[in-house]
């Protein structure tokens, strides 16, 4: 298939592209972060440097190949961020993804896999967080992310636009060939920060509360590892490409873990001891995200292989000394 990927030099979109070359489609990828010496390409993928805000190059893109379907990953994803900065995040996430969708009627393009997350959710006392949940974001960022599904609801119906939306919980990990991992700038992520400390490219990792309704005061969240979240992208295309399914996806192990369960877990891995310090909260956390991922294994046959806590911190540690050597 012809398809176009959105952000796929971004930390998800590079390990959907890696898979997507093993099922042999023709990949084009557009990206903001082309010129990027530290982001890694691939043989046999079109990159082209665009931003999705650019309505009129895509256009150009568009025209140019006949796309069957388009993933699109390209957003800004920083919670905090988007508490003081909410029109970057509606810009991006919101415009963007409606250049792309007008540009898929006007080109005539069916098949849509949007990245989602969590974060749509908010606030909730349910231990597993199913599909069906009510929405009730607390950050600009879930709502953002809120906002394209609904319209895409409205391009279904108005346009039989077919979708997957696909509700990430936190990925994590790196990919298992030790060529892409996480790589944020600034890096504000939990996991790849510890290992930065851990390595000696920090001093002091900032634990965000320790007052939240769980077990030990810090926030629980549900740890994904990046090639899972890649393999349920694949599935996904399969099911709407054969199906013509419109469908909706948590991604996630289903087991949540709290902040300090994950600096203990990097101690104990790294033999180091990771020196931290209580600081406020951040603005819009939410006390426990952890996914019921029931719908994704009963309809797509998906299974999480790599999610396994020892798993994720022993590919990301394997990244980190790469990101290391690559920064320094
Ligand atoms: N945290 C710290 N210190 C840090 C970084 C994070 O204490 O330096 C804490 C956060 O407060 C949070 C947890 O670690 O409690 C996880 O934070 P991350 O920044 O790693 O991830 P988030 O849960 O904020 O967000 C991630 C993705 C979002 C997605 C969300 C869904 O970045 O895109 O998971 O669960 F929406």
Known sequence: MKILVTGGLGYIG?????????????????????????????????????????????????????????????????????MTDPSLYY????????????????????????????????????????????????????????????????????????????????????HLDGTIGECHDPETHLIPIILQVASGRRKNLDVFGNNFNTPDGTCVRDYVHVMDVSSAHILALKNIINNKQSLIFNIGSGTGYSVFEIINEVEKFTSTKIPFSIKDRRKGDTDRLIADIKKIKNSLGWVSKYSDLQNIIATAWRWEQTLKKKLY
């Open 14 to 82: 590079s390990h959907v592209v890696k898979d997507l070359l093993l099922d042999r489609h023709d990949v084009t990828v557009i990206d903001y972060k082309i010129t990027k010496k530290i982001f890694y390409k691939e043989n046999n993928v079109n990159y082209i440097n665009a931003n999705i805000l650019d309505k009129k190059q895509l256009r150009e893109i568009f025209n140019k190949k006949r796309f069957d379907i388009v993933m699109h990953f390209a957003a800004v994803i920083d919670v905090k961020e988007s």
């Open 91 to 174: 810009r991006n996430n919101f415009i963007g993804s409606l250049n792309i969708l007008d540009l898929m009627v006007e080109h005539n393009i069916k098949y849509f896999i949007f990245s989602s997350t969590a974060a749509v959710y908010g606030n909730t006392n349910q231990t597993l967080i199913s599909e069906d949940h009510i929405k009730d974001p607390i950050n600009a960022y879930g709502n953002s992310k809120s906002m394209v599904e609904e319209m895409l609801f409205s391009y279904h119906k108005a346009h039989n636009i077919k979708y997957s939306i696909l509700r990430y919980f936190n990925a994590c990990g790196a």
